[in-house]
């Protein structure tokens, strides 16, 4: 039978395993407690692929300490297969471990429930909590292995009278610097980030991660950085491209061959097909999608319904009816429109965020 104590333990890891929301994809964000006798033993989370699960960093952490009989707390189901790592449902076998409390199970192929299988079967203990808090901490992770595609979220400036740009373009800067370092944030839990070959031709940005406060153990983990270019027409020293981190240019058959020194990837006939990058981006192993793009290219990630969440930060400037829309959409009628749920709104200095989800979309995120 569960205890209060369970449950604590158990949010104490969820809460461990954010320590990776910049830096684990394209695995799962995870943290683990392990505890005997209301005496926690060691902490651990994981960092990066390729290193110590947090399973692994658990043990690790605890040393000299006999965890022999103890319970461990994690917010994912252990793996089961032996990949850059090994199985961690083996390691905690070996070490002995006697009970596994999980706050949900893992959707991932490859294990599925075998991590809980081979624990039971080798005596251990197990008991599942599903906590919407634990799915909340891999929504791309979880997009990607039961949808097949990244998870979206579309990210948008905007007046308080809804203009993103003036008539010519210029658009820096409509929100404060407290909201442009969320942004920052969002940017470096994204494994990719994606903008049109007219953001970059208007406003040449970098879209890449340059706030410290992003970096985990001195490192920063750049997102993918893909520019939408059905024709090519965007110059080869554009900074997206130059800058730090790697980028990714993705092109129509219609175009001229591909000319700036970063990698290029044909996808869709004369325009890019939204639904087929989308698929060959979950094949490259990302896992979250940032969209920081115009209008157009906005219109079409709602249009089509290719979005998961939206943040809108909107600032206290009327930038008259002149100025660009926050998203080309052609709606006609009041029964056709995009509706969606408010999640949260947050200030910012002078700004305010609106976190938006699909009205469809009732999951706790």
């Not at 947090?54 to 009989?69: I, M, Q, S, W, Y």
């Amino acid at each position: 039978m569960l205890k209060d104590s369970d449950h604590l333990f158990l949010d104490a890891a969820i809460e461990l395993a954010r320590g990776g929301e910049y830096s684990a994809a394209p695995n799962p964000r995870v943290g683990c407690v392990i505890v005997r006798d209301g005496e926690v033993l060691g902490r651990g989370w994981h960092v990066r692929a390729g290193e110590g699960h947090a399973e692994v960093n658990a043990l690790r952490d605890a040393g000299d300490r006999d965890v022999t009989g103890a319970t461990v707390y994690v917010s994912l189901e252990p793996c089961a297969f032996e990949g850059r790592t090994p199985a961690c449902s083996q390691t905690l076998i070996k070490a002995g471990i006697g009970r596994v409390v999980a706050a949900m199970s893992d959707p991932h192929p490859k294990v599925a429930g075998q991590g809980f299988s081979e624990l039971k079967n080798a005596g251990v203990h197990v008991d599942i909590l599903e906590l919407p808090q634990a799915r909340a901490l891999n929504p791309g992770y979880l997009s990607r292995m039961t949808r097949g595609r990244p998870w979206i979220t579309l990210k948008v400036a905007i007046s308080a009278d809804g203009r993103t740009a003036m008539a010519n373009g210029e658009s820096q800067w409509i929100t404060g610097r407290e909201a442009r370092s969320d942004v920052q944030r969002w940017r470096a839990r994204s494994c990719a980030v994606i903008t049109g070959a007219g953001t970059v031709l208007a406003d040449d940005p970098q879209l890449n991660v340059r706030d410290r406060a992003c970096a985990v153990q001195t490192r920063i983990r750049q997102p993918l950085r893909i520019v939408l270019d059905s024709t090519l027409r965007t110059p080869a020293d554009a900074q997206i491209y130059t800058g730090e981190g790697d980028a990714l240019v993705v092109y129509a058959d219609s175009a001229a061959q591909p000319q700036a020194a970063v990698e290029h990837l044909l996808c869709g006939k004369g325009r890019v097909d939204l639904p087929q990058l989308l698929d060959q981006l979950a094949e490259r192993q990302i896992n979250e999608v940032l969209v920081e793009a115009g209008p157009r290219l906005l219109g079409s990630f709602l249009g089509l319904g290719l979005w998961d969440e939206l943040l809108v930060y909107q600032a206290g400037k009327l930038l008259g009816s002149d100025a660009q829309p926050m998203a080309e959409l052609s709606i006609n009628h009041m029964s056709d429109a995009l509706d969606a749920t408010i999640r949260d709104c947050q200030r910012f200095g002078d700004d305010l965020r609106l976190r938006l989800v699909p009205r469809h979309d009732q999951t706790e995120q």
